[in-house]
């Protein structure tokens, strides 16, 4: 009766063999313990699942997840802010005159 799924459903075990694989990446590495643990529980079976059986580790799993994303975003922000301040520092050169560090940016011989 459902035989139309079972390609489908092969397909889908046979190219992934993790759960979660599009999070298990070198910036979650502190998660990957954690991801590993709800894997496994959700190996356990369906009905293990739908009783709330992983609810505990998906919540695990979600807190250290957004704990690397806000360390991720601290870092973009200072990286912006240093990156900011440089620009800001070109732009007041170039108010002055001086356009020697935006010819140097544009040849790529910047002194970072």
Known sequence: M???LEPHDLYWRRVSTKMHSHLHTKDNVGCEEIMNALDECHARGFLYKAVGGCNEIKREVNRCLSG??????KKNRET????RKRVEAVWAKMDNGDFSDLEAI???T???
């Open 2 to 4: 459902w035989a139309w």
């Open 68 to 73: 690397e994303r806000q360390k991720k975003s």
């Open 80 to 83: 912006g802010l240093e990156r």
């Open 106 to 108: 544009i040849n790529g």
């Open 110 to 112: 910047e002194k970072k």
